[in-house]
Nanobody
């Protein structure tokens, strides 16, 4: 599967952005996730969604601010980011967990994700 993330940019504190991830190459029947990596820091989990789209999971630092969703008909995954903070500044990556094919299972461990997009930069200015 090939993943293409887009939608990053520069936004002020408190603003919103919506990231998109387009998947191609294989049937879109696996769990998906978003990760981020700030300069000088390790990559960290942000959010994930099951194949069904009904089950999701979020890192504590984005709960209540970010929403993950998917459109299986279009092979797209979204990350709606609201009330952005300066500490959200990072490169955001979408990833696919090709082994997570159970309809309601949400992959949350980085080791479960075996396909990665190229990343999109999100910069939040104060």
């Amino acid at each position: 599967v090939q993943l293409q993330a887009s939608g990053g940019g520069l936004v002020q504190t408190g603003g919103s952005l919506r990231l998109s991830c387009a998947a191609s190459g294989r049937t879109f029947n696996y769990g998906m996730g978003w990760f981020r990596q700030a300069t000088g820091k390790e990559r960290e989990f942000v959010a994930a969604i099951a194949r069904s789209g009904s089950n999701t999971y979020f890192a504590d630092f984005v709960k209540g601010r970010f929403i993950i969703s998917r459109d299986n008909a279009k092979n797209l995954v979204y990350l709606q980011m609201n009330n952005l903070k300066s500490e959200d500044t990072a490169v955001y990556y979408c990833a696919a967990a090709s082994s997570a094919r159970s309809y309601y299972y949400v992959p949350t461990s980085m080791s479960e994700f075996d396909n990665w997009g190229q990343g999109t930069q999100v910069t939040v200015s104060s």
